[in-house]
């Protein structure tokens, strides 16, 4: 599996955008980005996850670079209820159902 | 929205203690998962099933065992508690073995004295 690398913390103020990013370098043709955040004392959530389009849903966008080789993690109006420590995984979909989480950034939303 | 639901948000047992964890999912999922988390030591998978009555060791099974009678509830058991499985424990489930887009529980912390 691909390593990604994240920064340790982010801060952003409230209401605006959070743009979170995680490099990915050796990323091969088959394996897929996801994202996951996990608040304090709480089970990890899962957020989006994408190939190689970009990817929207209700939570956040996903914007992949074209190489694929790094990936970014929008939240388009962060609340404080997004702080949280945010997980960018890098898997093939077929080699096993094993969840493990790097360092990941905790992202702090300030009022 | 997918729930999973966890019996036990905190709970505390004594060593050598039989130890019942329930997870409940309401969404049909096929596969269900038991991690726990430890600080520095990330998430780890205990045991997965991908059907009723199927189960399969994860990474670290050893002091655990499972029980999945029906498809929405997976169970996970410490026959004999002991104080390093002290830990935050999790359930998981998703809807395909080899999906990533996993579910979790609230977690329970347990606590071994």
């Known amino acids: 599996d691909a390593k990604t690398t994240q920064p340790t913390s982010m801060d952003c103020a409230e209401g605006r955008a959070a743009n979170l990013p995680c490099n990915h370098s050796t990323i091969s043709g088959n394996e897929y980005v996801y994202w996951y955040r996990q608040i304090h004392s709480q089970g990890p959530q899962y957020i989006i996850h994408?190939?190689?389009n970009n990817e929207t849903n209700e939570m956040a966008s996903l914007i992949i670079t074209e190489d694929r080789k790094s990936s970014t993690l929008i939240l388009p109006h962060a609340t404080l209820r997004d702080t949280a420590v945010y997980y960018c995984?890098?898997?093939?979909?077929?080699?096993?159902?094993?969840?493990?989480f790097g360092e990941g950034t905790q992202l702090t939303v300030n009022p | 929205d997918v729930k999973v639901t966890q019996s036990s948000r905190y709970l505390v047992k004594r060593t050598g203690e039989k130890v019942f964890l329930e997870c409940v999912q309401d969404?049909?999922?096929?596969?269900m998962f038991w991690y726990r988390q430890d600080p520095g030591l990330g998430l780890r998978l205990i045991y997965f099933?991908?059907?009723?009555?199927?189960?399969e060791k994860g990474d670290i099974p050893e002091g655990y065992s499972v029980s999945r009678e029906k498809k929405e509830r997976f169970s996970l058991i410490l026959e004999s508690a002991s104080t390093n499985q002290t830990s935050m424990y999790l359930c998981?489930?998703?809807?395909?073995?080899?999906?990533?887009?996993?579910?979790f529980g609230p977690g329970t912390r347990l606590t071994v004295t």
């Open positions: 969404m049909d999922h096929e596969n």
């Open positions: 998981a489930s998703s809807p395909g073995l080899a999906a990533y887009e996993q579910y």
């Open positions: 995984i890098v898997r093939v979909e077929t080699s096993g159902s094993r969840l493990t």
């Open positions: 099933s991908y059907d009723v009555k199927m189960k």
């Open positions: 994408g190939l190689k």
